[in-house]
Nanobody
């Protein structure tokens, strides 16, 4: 069983920053592709960023130059979000897949956390 727990969400004004954390209690995140997805009300869950087992990262166009994904040990992955916009408001989910390739498709990730809410007010 893979347990992922997100934290760090909250309410900020536009232009502000938040750092989300994803803690994995039962896996070593450096062996997995770890992704962040988000889902706004009434919309599909969409890819935000991912970091592979080799440490390479990829981002959605909406996240490039504002968000940074990283990991600092075998259990925690982060998403640093700067210059937040109202359109970044969503529930943010951490996901994992045991592969060296980081897909941007949510259907390829079998393990998910419960999510953390991010609300950006303009």
């Amino acid at each position: 069983q893979v347990d992922l727990v997100e934290s760090g969400g909250g309410s900020v004004q536009a232009g502000g920053s938040l750092r989300l954390s994803c803690t994995a209690s039962t896996i070593d995140v450096v062996r997995y592709c770890m992704g962040w997805f988000r889902q706004a009300p009434g919309k599909e869950r969409e890819f935000v960023a991912a970091i592979s087992s080799t440490g390479s990262s990829n981002y959605a166009d909406s996240a490039k130059d504002r968000f940074t994904i990283s990991r600092d040990n075998s259990k925690t992955v982060y998403l640093q979000m700067n210059n937040l916009k109202s359109e970044d408001t969503a529930m943010y989910y951490c996901a994992a897949r045991l592969s060296s390739f980081c897909s941007t498709s949510r259907t390829t990730y079998p393990y998910w956390g419960q999510g953390t809410q991010v609300t950006v007010s303009s």
